[in-house]
């Protein structure tokens, strides 16, 4: 049984089914979950034609083009096709397809194995798990109890990716991946941008130059960022009017929305968790077959878990649980449940790729020097523009960009790699392959990258490690 058929969701019930176990899902929403409807799929159909406008912009030729605003309907039009107008036929047909039985309606654990739907209709229905009940309930977005927030209706991410008007002015509180997204999609709209940073730098989790450079391009193409601040109260006024925001010093700054991009907490209260002994609204903590601690057909699959949220990622963890869950069911005496096994989702601990879809891009994997070095790694950071590369001069004039691949000294091998840059995003791939087969740095020096791409990038950053 699978609570949730969010991406996450429906590649458990997929790798379960595959293995030979009946499955069923529960879906309270649409089937596809936040991220074909409000968070992968619609921010990235906002953002392509932002990005594609700043690279074209820097192509003498080209550039003169594309100096006009963008069709920012014929913009929404595109994201709302790819949101397939929020509807789920699709998705549904998909989960139909591989042979689950789809159930629509809320979800709740009723002891060990038992699930009640609730049906949009209120009638109940109580639905017994053979071998395992995998929770994929996702996350919601956090928005601070400050004063006068409910009264304001702030935008969240599900606003933010799907609005239908482009806000003349729009506050962004938060400076992680959801608020430089936004910040850089809604400011290419057309948006009169103010970014609010509680710290001092944006996307902190990165190597700092990531941040940095997102931040010159985004100061560049017009949004004002401010660090250091944070937000004392929000007023809206009549609750239809303008939003105010008051800062922590007393300053107003006005706009017409304000979205909250500060996070995202486990949609896990209202799961019925307490009929298993779990604390409602808490993340669920998992082992690396993403079996709950201390259960034995308790599995939380995704964001829920806290292990890396991503969809990439969860879909990953999904294929691993479903081969665990189907493994364990066939009576399988020992799972393989080592390092990089088929029954352990090593990479989340090792090698989680993200790419942040702004201008420029960034993309990274595994250890940032600062995540090495306090893990107790012997490391060093090897820097290079990527510029200086043949590939990214004529890739775009102007071409600013950085890499850093971070080597273990004692192995060799590299524990991350960062790359912040225009079309860098389709260069991860081969860094995250590097990582995870813990190529030796003598065997990547063959690993020739072909004139000329970005990616000899590779080249440079070798021969700066070897001297
Ligand atoms: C704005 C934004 C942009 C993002 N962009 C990217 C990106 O570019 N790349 C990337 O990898 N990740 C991105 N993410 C993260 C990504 O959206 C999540 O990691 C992903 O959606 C997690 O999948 P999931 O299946 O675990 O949860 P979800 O997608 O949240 O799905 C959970 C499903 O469970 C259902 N559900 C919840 N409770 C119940 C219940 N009690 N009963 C029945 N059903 C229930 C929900 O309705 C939902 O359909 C983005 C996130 C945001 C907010
Ligand atoms: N391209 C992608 O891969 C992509 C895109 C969007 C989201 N996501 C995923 O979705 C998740 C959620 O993203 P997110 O940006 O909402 O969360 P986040 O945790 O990445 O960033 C939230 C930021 O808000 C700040 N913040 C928190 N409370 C605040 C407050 N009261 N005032 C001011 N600032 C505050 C935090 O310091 C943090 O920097 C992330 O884990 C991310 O991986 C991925």
């Not at 009640?116 to 109890?145: I, M, N, S, W, Y």
């Not at 606003?159 to 809604?186: D, F, I, K, N, Y």
């Not at 790419?355 to 595994?366: K, L, Q």
Request: with cysteine.
């Amino acid at each position: 049984m699978v609570l949730g058929a969010g991406p996450v969701g429906e590649n458990v019930a997929d790798r379960a089914r595959a293995a030979g176990l009946r499955t069923a899902v529960v879906e309270s929403e649409l089937v596809g979950g936040e991220c074909s409807y409000w968070a992968c799929m619609p921010s990235k159909a906002l953002l392509r034609p932002a990005i594609a406008r700043a690279e074209a912009r820097k192509l003498p030729g080209l550039s003169g083009s594309v100096q006009g605003p963008l069709d920012a309907a014929a913009v929404l039009a595109r994201r709302d096709d790819f949101t397939a107008h929020w509807k789920d036929d699709g998705q549904v047909g998909w989960v139909e397809g591989i042979g689950a039985d789809v159930y629509r309606g809320h979800g709740r654990l009723d002891g060990p194995k038992r699930v009640v739907v609730k049906g949009p209709d209120g009638t109940e229905q109580t639905l017994t798990a053979r071998h395992a009940v995998a929770v994929c309930t996702g996350t919601r977005a956090v928005v601070p109890d400050l004063p006068g927030v409910a009264g304001a209706r702030p935008w969240t991410s599900r606003e933010a990716t799907s609005s239908q008007h482009v806000p003349g002015r729009l506050v962004v509180v938060g400076g992680g991946v959801v608020g430089v997204e936004m910040a850089t999609a809604w400011r290419a709209l057309g948006s009169q941008v103010t970014l609010l940073i509680r710290g001092g730098g944006l996307l902190p989790k990165m190597e700092p130059f990531a941040g940095e450079l997102v931040a010159g391009a985004l100061t560049e193409a017009g949004v004002s960022i401010r660090y250091g601040v944070a937000v004392a109260s929000v007023e809206r006024d009549g609750g239809t009017g303008p939003v105010t925001v008051v800062l922590d010093g007393g300053e107003r700054v006005e706009a017409d929305e304000i979205l909250f991009a500060t996070g995202r907490a486990p949609r896990s209260e209202d799961i019925g968790l307490e009929s298993v002994g779990l604390r409602p609204g808490s993340w669920l903590t998992v082992d690396d077959s993403c079996l709950v601690e201390g259960s034995d057909w308790l599995y939380a699959v995704g964001d829920v878990n806290r292990r890396a949220l991503l969809t990439h990622q969860g879909k990953y963890q999904a294929r691993i649980a479903g081969a665990a869950i189907a493994a364990r069911a066939a009576g399988v005496p020992l799972l393989e449940t080592d390092r990089w096994g088929a029954h352990a989702a090593t990479a989340d601990h090792a090698a989680v790729p993200q790419v942040v879809f702004t201008d420029p891009e960034v993309a990274s994997v595994g250890l940032t020097l600062a995540e090495a070095e306090a893990a107790g790694h012997r490391v060093r950071a090897v820097d290079y523009e990527i510029g200086s590369v043949s590939g990214a001069s004529l890739y775009a004039d102007g071409y600013t960009g950085r890499a850093r691949m971070i080597v273990d000294l004692d192995r060799e091998i590299l524990r991350g790699v960062t790359f912040a840059g225009p079309g860098v995003g389709e260069m991860l791939h081969s860094a995250t392959i590097a990582v995870v087969a813990e190529v030796p740095i003598d065997r990547l020096w063959h690993a020739v990258p072909a004139y000329p791409t970005i990616s000899e990038i590779w080249l440079r950053l070798l021969e700066t490690y070897r001297g």
